[in-house]
Structure formats: structure tokens, C-alpha cells
């Protein structure tokens, strides 16, 4: 009997930067079936979100990464410069975590 993404749990606590529910299940799977669960952060503007990912199989060893907004969006000029000044708080972020 497998186990379904929603019925994995983790037992290692949430980064204390994770703006989600503490000890959030899994929320998605691989394509080779690896359980794992994404922190989240608040937003760097509005459009980089920055988190981190953990597989049910390493629990506690993070993945960092900052995720753009929805593919397709279009930038103004100030939301660009907006978005240039919000990545290196981005990469700064990271750069502490990682
Ligand atoms: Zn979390």
C-alpha cells in the first residue's frame, strides 16, 4: 500500500521563517514519486517568493529557492525597478539561509 502526498507527514519542525501552518504535511510529489513539502516566506514585492523545499526522504536538508510570480506577467517600468531592488533582498535572503 502506498501512501498518498497528503498522508506524509514530517516530523522535523518548520524553519522559523515558514509563513505556512506548522508541520504542514506534504504538498506535491516527483515524477519518480518522492514525497516533499515547500516552505514559504513572505513575498520579496510582488513578484519573488522565496522558500525552500524538503523531501520526506532527507527531512530537515533544505532546498532554497525564490520563485517568480506566474509566467506571462508583464512589468511596468517602476515594477521593474521595483522587482530589481526586491531581488537582491531576494539573494541577500538567500544567501543567510542556504
Ligand atoms: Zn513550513
Redesign the pocket.
Known amino acids: 500500500m502506498t501512501t498518498s502526498i497528503a498522508e506524509t507527514t514530517f516530523t522535523t519542525p518548520?524553519p522559523d521563517w515558514?509563513t505556512?501552518k506548522p508541520g504542514?504535511p506534504a504538498d506535491s510529489e516527483t515524477f519518480d514519486g518522492r514525497s516533499l513539502r515547500g516552505?514559504g516566506r513572505p513575498a520579496f514585492g510582488g513578484f519573488l517568493f522565496a522558500g525552500a523545499y524538503e523531501y520526506a526522504d532527507a527531512p530537515g536538508a533544505l532546498e532554497y529557492d525564490v520563485q517568480l510570480a506566474a509566467d506571462g506577467d508583464t512589468l511596468t517600468v517602476a515594477q521593474l525597478l521595483d522587482l530589481a531592488r526586491n531581488a537582491l533582498d531576494a539573494a541577500a535572503w538567500l544567501e543567510a539561509h542556504r
Open positions: 518548520c515558514c505556512l504542514h516552505h
